[in-house]
């Protein structure tokens, strides 16, 4: 079970929704009963609505040729996962329901319902303002930028680490960077039988990598003049003798 935690100056849910949208590889369909997964088959308008390619033999497709009113309604699931290897790695699920619009090649789908799952719970994001919402700017580059930070600067997570409360690294054997947007970053606090995040957000939201890359220098030299957590001191202690 997760910690309970204050997201502070945390993207809002529609601006969350669009983000899980650009970011998502696939996404499951269902239509009419049936159900597909695709992979790279979608792309999204700047209003939010998704292009789907099918092959002309899916179950969708004929959902679509024997629709009595020729559009027929849908829901369209994507899943949120963290890029790098935690517990519970879904960060979150959106749901989008709709109708599909048929097109020379593919198919339309615009959203008329629109739920995002997170971890606090689920939250009906109006459409208007999910049509509005852009997603963050990170969105697409997150999953580079934190298997970087996992893999080549372990010793930057840790440094970060001074940043948290010492009651929320009580007991915590791992941690590692679970998401980046452009108003912080978020740890993934792991323990022998729970888990629980952090957020550290930055001082002013980052709108490309460069911002990025100087709020981050300013989280590891707020880290380096903060002292060491005595949760993790011990945790070297005992690790390494």
Same mark, same amino acid.
């Given at each position: 079970?997760?910690?309970?935690?204050?997201?502070?100056?945390?993207?809002?849910?529609?601006?969350?929704?669009?983000?899980?949208?650009?970011?998502?590889?696939?996404?499951?369909?269902?239509?009419?009963?049936?159900?597909?997964?695709?992979?790279?088959?979608?792309?999204?308008?700047?209003?939010? &609505?998704?292009?789907?390619? +099918?092959?002309? =033999? *899916?179950?969708?497709? !004929? @959902?679509? $040729?024997?629709?009595?009113?020729?559009e027929?309604?849908?829901?369209?699931?994507?899943?949120?996962?963290?890029?790098?290897?935690?517990?519970?790695?879904?960060?979150?699920?959106?749901?989008?329901?709709?109708?599909?619009?048929?097109?020379?090649?593919?198919?339309?789908?615009?959203?008329?319902?629109?739920?995002?799952r997170?971890?606090?719970?689920?939250?009906?994001?109006?459409?208007?303002?999910?049509?509005?919402?852009r997603?963050?700017?990170?969105?697409?580059?997150?999953?580079?930028?934190?298997?970087?930070?996992?893999?080549?600067?372990?010793?930057?997570?840790e &440094?970060?680490?001074?940043? +948290?409360?010492? =009651? *929320?690294?009580?007991? !915590? @054997?791992? $941690?590692?960077?679970?998401?980046?947007?452009r108003?912080?970053?978020?740890?993934?606090?792991?323990?022998?039988?729970?888990?629980?995040?952090?957020?550290?957000?930055?001082?002013?939201?980052?709108?490309?990598?460069?911002?990025?890359?100087?709020?981050?220098?300013?989280?590891?030299?707020q880290?380096?003049?903060?002292?060491?957590?005595?949760?993790?001191?011990?945790q070297?202690?005992?690790r390494?003798?």
């Open positions: 079970m997760g910690d309970s935690h204050t997201w502070t100056a945390a993207p809002a849910a529609a601006e969350q929704a669009r983000s899980v949208l650009a970011a998502a590889w696939s996404c499951a369909v269902t239509a009419e009963g049936g159900r597909e997964e695709y992979v790279g088959a979608h792309t999204v308008s700047d209003d939010g &609505r998704v292009r789907l390619c +099918v092959p002309e =033999d *899916s179950v969708l497709s !004929a @959902v679509v $040729v024997c629709a009595p009113r020729g027929p309604s849908g829901v369209l699931e994507f899943a949120d996962v963290a890029p790098v290897p935690v517990r519970g790695r879904v960060r979150a699920r959106l749901w989008l329901a709709g109708r599909f619009t048929p097109g020379e090649d593919h198919l339309f789908f615009e959203p008329t319902r629109v739920v995002l997170r971890p606090s719970g689920a939250v009906v994001v109006d459409p208007d303002e999910f049509a509005a919402a997603p963050d700017p990170l969105a697409t580059a997150e999953a580079r930028l934190l298997t970087h930070l996992a893999d080549c600067h372990g010793d930057a997570v &440094r970060l680490t001074r940043l +948290v409360d010492a =009651d *929320s690294l009580h007991g !915590a @054997v791992r $941690v590692r960077p679970l998401a980046v947007d108003h912080g970053l978020t740890l993934r606090i792991e323990r022998l039988r729970s888990h629980g995040d952090v957020r550290l957000p930055f001082h002013t939201p980052a709108d490309d990598l460069a911002q990025l890359t100087e709020r981050m220098h300013v989280l590891l030299a880290a380096s003049a903060a002292s060491c957590p005595r949760a993790l001191q011990r070297r202690t005992d390494d003798r």
